[in-house]
């Protein structure tokens, strides 16, 4: 059984540009949240996905948004990049709501 | 709202010491509990957690207890190996209140040395 998947694994962008970043749940689970770790932090909340729709959204601007398809899967999409919102991007997967687990991340290098 | 504060790091022990790294939390309602470990360049793994006051979440040979009246959550291993050197963060979530948002701590980089 495949744990959670996350791609790219590592990506370079330029500041003003957009990304997207996707992220496979687990099997049979059904609802994805979407966190960002800066370095040396601890990773924080940026938004989670349910039933296809936003369900929870933590204290992040209008730049990130996201998307959840019919098959669980998930995108994070980051508009207008700044040298800030370089960090490992975290996806975590669910089924029940009371026990997440997490891909490997996306590590997002903004210059 | 909710928090969680966990003691800093770098921990620094050698092969076959004690570890035990300090976490307490604030919340709102009942909170679940976590552990999770981050090796170095990788994600996070679910550790351990409890769901309840005075559950005991074990694995790997670590283990926490979830004091309610302490508001504590700390993490113990009787022996740690070189191999458990990575970056701890303790977590709550409130399933009721916020659908299972996780509220991490700062982190704690425990080094094991030979």
């Known amino acids: 059984d495949a744990g959670v998947t996350q791609s790219p694994t590592h990506l370079i962008k330029t500041r003003g540009q957009q990304v997207t970043l996707r992220c496979s749940p687990k099997?049979?689970?059904?609802?994805v949240s979407w966190y960002q770790q800066a370095l040396g932090q601890g990773p924080q909340f940026i938004f989670q996905?349910?039933?296809?729709?936003?369900?929870q959204r933590g204290n992040f601007p209008d730049r990130f948004s996201g998307h959840q398809f019919p098959n669980y899967s998930s995108e994070l999409n980051v508009n207008a990049l700044l040298l800030g919102d370089s960090a490992l991007y975290l996806c975590?997967?669910?089924?029940?709501?009371?026990?997440?687990?997490f891909g490997p991340g996306t590590r997002l290098t903004v210059t | 709202g909710n928090s969680v504060t966990q003691m800093e790091g770098p921990v620094t022990l050698s092969e076959e010491a004690f570890l035990t790294i300090n976490c307490t939390y604030t919340?709102?309602?009942?909170?679940?509990l976590f552990w999770y470990v981050q090796y170095p360049g990788e994600g996070l793994q679910l550790l351990l957690k409890?769901?309840?006051?005075?559950d005991k979440g074990s694995n790997k040979g670590f283990e926490a207890t979830y004091r309610k009246e302490t508001t504590s959550f700390h993490l113990e291993k009787g022996s740690v190996q070189v191999s458990d050197s990575a970056v701890y963060f303790c977590?709550?979530?409130?399933?009721?209140?916020?659908?299972?948002?996780?509220?991490f701590g700062a982190g704690t980089q425990v080094v094991v040395t030979p």
């Open positions: 099997s049979g689970h059904d609802t």
């Open positions: 919340a709102t309602g009942y909170p679940s």
């Open positions: 409890a769901t309840k006051a005075d």
């Open positions: 977590a709550l979530s409130v399933p009721t209140d916020s659908w299972g948002k996780l509220q």
């Open positions: 996905y349910y039933e296809e729709e936003e369900r």
């Open positions: 975590a997967s669910s089924s029940e709501g009371v026990v997440f687990y």
